[in-house]
């Protein structure tokens, strides 16, 4: 994208998955920002002990869903998790709300928006268990 927070008029994204039962994973977007000085994670699905970098912050509703929202530092770049609060295999998310509720916090500034991206972080499973991402989308004005 490379577009300044700032400009957007908005930015969503929509999803739709088939995940296992069990094993351990969460499905989360990855936007990156400032030439990857940011990283910002949205967990809409986790199954298993997996957790995110840094300590708990607070919890908010923003961008349509509550999240659990965590930071801290991973290397050289900085990240900002948001668990949802309950899992969904499918749904759309405000990411623009979610980024300027970042910057109204004051942790960053308005920062240029590279990528948004969307997988699987699997930190254990069985053989033979599949994801499936049926639909993947992102758009922005």
Request: net charge neutral.
């Amino acid at each position: 994208m490379n577009r300044q927070l700032s400009s957007l008029n908005s930015l969503s994204s929509s999803f739709s998955t088939r995940v296992p039962g069990g094993g351990a994973y969460a499905s989360t977007y990855d936007i990156w920002a400032n030439n990857n000085a940011y990283e910002i994670m949205l967990w809409v699905n986790r199954t298993g002990p997996v957790g995110p970098i840094g300590s708990y912050q607070t919890s908010v509703s923003v961008g349509g869903h509550g999240w659990d929202v965590y930071r801290g530092m991973n290397g050289s770049f900085e990240v900002f998790s948001f668990l949802r609060q309950g899992n969904a295999s499918s749904g759309t998310v405000d990411v623009k709300a979610v980024l300027d509720w970042i910057r109204g916090r004051g942790w960053f500034g308005d920062v240029t928006v590279g990528y948004v991206q969307f997988g699987y972080e699997i930190t254990s499973s069985s053989g033979g268990m599949d994801f499936v991402t049926n639909n993947f989308s992102v758009s922005y004005n």
